[in-house]
Every structure is written in structure tokens, then in C-alpha cells.
């Protein structure tokens, strides 16, 4: 059994940019940090619905229809098969599933496989 | 799709003590919040892995062996098939399968089955 986890500590133990970080696993799903500066890539993930919460900062979902903002306090759900694409300078809690890639469908500089990611 | 979701607007809604309330859900799973005072019942889940994450206040998730003290921003995640029993003044976010029975394998007054649980 893990030992409880501290949010800004974890924050607090890596700088890198739109690299997810593993902080929780629980019924298949994966608890995740990511700090945000700048825009993503636009993508979809086939088969994964994506949680969006923001602990730091703010961030811009943008849709192909609209754009969600969103400041501290604030979570968005992403539905599997919807374009989407991150915009902001935040800090992000992440929950989805352990199978979710990155850039879902797109292959970029930034993409990191489900399997490669760091636990912290 | 549904809209943004805002933790602090989502807890003002309701003032009821260990009646979680369902504010998203995902691949399975939901986000949940509840309020908590005092002391809830022993209990465990047979096959749902639950995470504890405190907004408000502080919780001490008791285990049969330790105790876990939990103040905002901190996280634990209880594995199934492991009793505990919450205790403390506190508002949480859960994240959890949709499937998840409040009070596990116990029958007790605060029980509420997992389809009856208000969505707000």
C-alpha cells in the first residue's frame, strides 16, 4: 500500500514542461501531474475519457467548437474521440486511464508512451 | 458534453454530512465530493480502490494498523479489500469506480447505494 501523497511536494520535484508524471494508480485509472507553458498539440484519445484539474496557474482547453478556461479549483472532462488542445501556464492533477498517451493520436516531439512515464 | 466544473461552487450546494455527491464521471469512474464530521463506520470495498483527496480541513483515514492524517492538498488512496474507517471535520474530493458502495460491505444508516447518489 502507497503512503499518502502531498500535491505540492510532488510539484515540487520536477520542472519539465507537458511531461505527465505518475503520482497514483487505482482501478486501472492513473493519478497524474503535468506543468503547462505555452500550447499543446492538437489531439484525441480513441478510447479514454480525460480529467483536467487545475491546481496552479490557468489553463485554455480549446475545442474545435469553443474554449474552456479554467483556474485553480476548476476541472474539465475531455470525452473519449474529442480534438482537444491544452493552452496556459499551469500546474495540472490528470486522471484517466493507464493507458492513455499523451498526444493520444498524434505522434510529436512531445509524446511519451503510457508505459515510458515517470512515477514520482 | 458537460461544462466546467468549480470544487468550491460544487461544495456550497449542499451542507450534508457523509452523503457524497456525484459531480463528474469518466471511463467508469466518478468524482465525488463529500463532507465529513466525526466519525464514519468501518468498512471495506471488495473490488474498488478508493482515493481520498482533502480540500477542506483534515481527515485521519483509520486503518486496522495505522492511521493516515490527511490536510488539504493530500491524497491517499485505499486498496481494496482493505478496511478503514474515516474520521474528521473535512470536505473531499473522491475519485472512485462508478460501482462503489459508500459504506462497503457494512449496512448501516448512512448507506446510500451507489444509484441513488445525487448528481449536482
Chains 1, 2 share one sequence.
Do not use: C
Amino acid at each position: 500500500m502507497e503512503g499518502k501523497v502531498n500535491l505540492a511536494q510532488k510539484l515540487a520535484l520536477f520542472d519539465a514542461l507537458w511531461s505527465p508524471k505518475v503520482i497514483g494508480e487505482l482501478n486501472g485509472q492513473q493519478v497524474k501531474l503535468v506543468k503547462t507553458e505555452g500550447e499543446y498539440v492538437w489531439h484525441h484519445h480513441d478510447d479514454e475519457d480525460e480529467l483536467f484539474l487545475v491546481l496552479e496557474g490557468r489553463l485554455a482547453i480549446h475545442l474545435r467548437d469553443r474554449i474552456v478556461e479554467l483556474l485553480p479549483g476548476e476541472f474539465f472532462i475531455v470525452p473519449r474521440g474529442i480534438e482537444h488542445k491544452p493552452v496556459g501556464r499551469a500546474s495540472l492533477l490528470l486522471f484517466e486511464p493507464a493507458s492513455t498517451r499523451n498526444t493520444g493520436n498524434v505522434d510529436h516531439r512531445l509524446t511519451i508512451e503510457a508505459r515510458d512515464l515517470e512515477r514520482i
